[in-house]
């Protein structure tokens, strides 16, 4: 899995280098964890939420999840879908940091209503 690096972390979340590197060492921590993956990005994204002082960590499900499988996006809960913060796609299995609510927006087949 493929993590965002310290220097994106940094300039997408605007925090400074010490607070992205504990970011960044979260995210490895959750990918190389030996429990269940699921638990494993939960755990991560927790420690992202102490690191940034947010909010909790909050999770939007998609169209496609299934009774086994959730693929949706797990988030660092800001306050607001459109400000950046750490988050994992679960559909691609990819740790990001941005605005997850951009994710949401642009991805209508997965997370738009049914009509």
């Known amino acids: 899995m493929r993590l965002p690096s310290v220097r994106t972390i940094r300039e997408i979340l605007r925090v400074d280098v010490g607070t992205a ?3 960044r060492t979260a995210l490895e921590v ?9 638990v ?3 755990f991560a994204l927790k420690k992202c939420d102490a690191i940034l002082g947010g909010h909790g960590v909050g999770r939007m499900r998609s169209r496609q999840d ?14 607001d879908p459109y400000i950046a913060t ?3 796609d679960h559909a691609t299995g990819q740790f ?3 605005a997850w609510g951009d ?3 642009a991805h209508d087949h ?3 209503e049914s009509s």
């Open 21 to 23: 590197a504990r970011v």
């Open 40 to 42: 494993a990005v939960e």
């Open 103 to 105: 994710l949401v927006a």
């Open 30 to 38: 959750g990918r190389d964890s030996c429990v269940a993956f699921d």
């Open 66 to 79: 299934t009774m086994r499988e959730f693929l949706g996006v797990g988030y660092v809960n800001v306050g």
């Open 110 to 112: 997965r997370f738009g």
């Open 86 to 88: 750490v988050y994992f």
């Open 96 to 98: 990001h940091c941005g």
